[in-house]
């Protein structure tokens, strides 16, 4: 069974600018992919960033990009230049790719999430 | 577009009660997914259906979590009887297709007292 850990519980950067929130995961599987999930209070949890666990190149979305390192199990993510509306839990989670199991197992494995404030 | 929903966003009931959850996907999408957190744990997996089908329930903590998806639009989460661990934020999810991209709903939060 796969685990995804996050050992920051909470974190705290001051307005623009940058910081890193770990994730670790274990898992037998080569094909797979990892998600950073945000949550802002009392609202939808939304997909942050995505990676593909077969592409080399770290995925990027604006001012959230991550450090993946398959070979370590390490899905870090960093948010540069950070803004008041970025405070929330940041869930990271894991999901089998189609290729495994026959493509029957969709569900997403999550870590206990950390809490990101930010300061003005 | 209306995003998925979830009703209600609190629910506070005694252990022992009936509590119906519901859950209300995006429009067209077949794929439909409950989680749930518990205080200061990892968001658990309960189940995925397929429009009205149950795909994977394998999360599904005892017979007393009744899930259903009657005509594969809204489904409901029944937790008959409460007890007091079953408090916790319920997620509802859903996709378009399997594997694709899943929205969520805010969550609704149980308290057992």
């Known amino acids: 069974a796969q685990t995804v850990t996050q050992s920051q519980p909470e974190m705290s950067v001051q307005e623009a600018e940058t910081v890193t929130l770990s994730c670790t995961y274990d898992?037998?599987?080569?094909?797979?992919?990892l998600f950073w999930y945000k949550q802002p209070p009392s609202r939808q949890m939304i997909l942050v960033i995505r990676?593909?666990?077969?592409?080399?190149q770290n995925a990027t979305e604006n001012r959230f990009s991550v450090n993946f390192q398959k070979a370590a199990k390490s899905f870090s993510l960093k948010i540069s230049d950070s803004q008041l509306g970025d405070a929330a839990m940041y869930f990271c989670?894991?999901?089998?790719?189609?290729?495994?199991?026959?493509?029957?197992?969709?569900?997403?494995?999550f870590g206990k999430g950390t809490l990101l404030t930010v300061n003005p | 577009e209306a995003g998925v929903t979830q009703f209600p966003s609190h629910s506070v009931i005694e252990k022992g009660q009936t509590v119906t959850l519901r859950c209300d996907p995006i429009?067209?999408?077949?794929?439909l997914y409950w989680y749930r957190r518990v205080m200061g744990k990892e968001i658990k997996f309960l189940l995925h259906?397929?429009?009205?089908?149950?795909?994977?329930e394998s999360g599904m903590p005892n017979n007393r979590f009744l899930a259903e998806r009657t005509g594969g639009t809204y489904s409901t989460l029944k937790v008959q009887p409460a007890e007091l661990e079953d408090s916790g934020v319920y997620f509802c999810?859903?996709?378009?297709?399997?594997?694709?991209?899943?929205?969520f709903g805010q969550g609704t939060r149980l308290t057992v007292v």
């Open positions: 989670a894991y999901r089998s790719a189609p290729s495994n199991s026959g493509g029957s197992n969709y569900k997403l494995t």
């Open positions: 259906f397929v429009k009205e089908s149950k795909q994977d």
């Open positions: 429009s067209g999408h077949d794929n």
């Open positions: 990676q593909e666990a077969y592409k080399q």
């Open positions: 999810a859903s996709s378009v297709y399997r594997g694709t991209e899943a929205f």
């Open positions: 898992t037998s599987e080569s094909d797979y992919y």
